[in-house]
Every structure is written in structure tokens, then in C-alpha cells.
């Protein structure tokens, strides 16, 4: 069984950083990608940042390039989406997720494991 916890949003003025975490469970050799994707009102659910379990190895949309940085804690088996300089149009649900992932690291499609998302609101 997988199962993700996501924590770590909340309100913040444009500019502004948050740190998302991620509590991961499950066995761990069911999944070799984790990613953070995001899903605002009324627009579908985009991928963001993920990263190859076995080497550390990020991948990043061209929306968080730049501005977003991903990262995990193994020992603590934890996922972080480090979150700078906020704009507006950074407002949305934040999930993360996992799966047995393929050459298409960004697709939402490859992903199993979704957790239930913290809410991100930046203010202008």
C-alpha cells in the first residue's frame, strides 16, 4: 500500500516563500518517482517538480523552474517542494504523489499515489 500526506501550505503576500512537505508511506519499492503537481479552481491538475528516488534527480515544469525547488528527506521519508517567490497565479491545491514511473517523468497519467493536497494561496 502507498499513501502520501501533504502539509506545509497556508496564505502568503506575492514574493513571499512556503515549504511544502510530504509524508510518504508504504513500501518503498513501489515507486522510483515522486513528483508535486497542483490543481487551481476550474483548471486542471498540472505537474510541477519531480525527482528519481535512486539518485536524487529532479525534473522541473517550466512553471516551477527557477522558483521551486524539490527535494526528500529518505531517512524521514519525506518529500519537500521548497516554494519561492510567489506570484498570484501560484494559487492552487498542492499534492503530491508517486508511482513506477517511465520515461514521461512530468505526466500526470504516471503517477498511482495521490495524497489529499494543502491548499496554497498567494495574495497580490
Known amino acids: 500500500v502507498q499513501a502520501q500526506v501533504e502539509s506545509g501550505g497556508g496564505s502568503v503576500q506575492a514574493g513571499g516563500s512556503l515549504k511544502l512537505s510530504c509524508v510518504l508511506s508504504?513500501?518503498?519499492?513501489?515507486?522510483?518517482?515522486m513528483g508535486w503537481f497542483r490543481q487551481a479552481p476550474g483548471k486542471a491538475r498540472e505537474p510541477l517538480a519531480a525527482?528519481?528516488?535512486?539518485?536524487?534527480?529532479?525534473f522541473y515544469a517550466s512553471s516551477a523552474q527557477g522558483r521551486f525547488t524539490i527535494s526528500q528527506d529518505r531517512a524521514r521519508n519525506m518529500l519537500y517542494l521548497q516554494m519561492n517567490r510567489l506570484k498570484p497565479e501560484d494559487t492552487a491545491m498542492y499534492y503530491c504523489?508517486?508511482?513506477?514511473?517511465?520515461?514521461?517523468?512530468?505526466?500526470?497519467?504516471?503517477?498511482?499515489?495521490w495524497g489529499q493536497g494543502t491548499q496554497v494561496t498567494v495574495s497580490s
Open positions: 504523489a508517486t508511482g513506477m514511473v517511465g520515461d514521461r517523468i512530468l505526466e500526470i497519467s504516471e503517477y498511482t499515489y
Open positions: 525527482m528519481r528516488i535512486i539518485d536524487d534527480s529532479p
Open positions: 508504504g513500501s518503498t519499492y513501489m515507486r522510483n518517482v
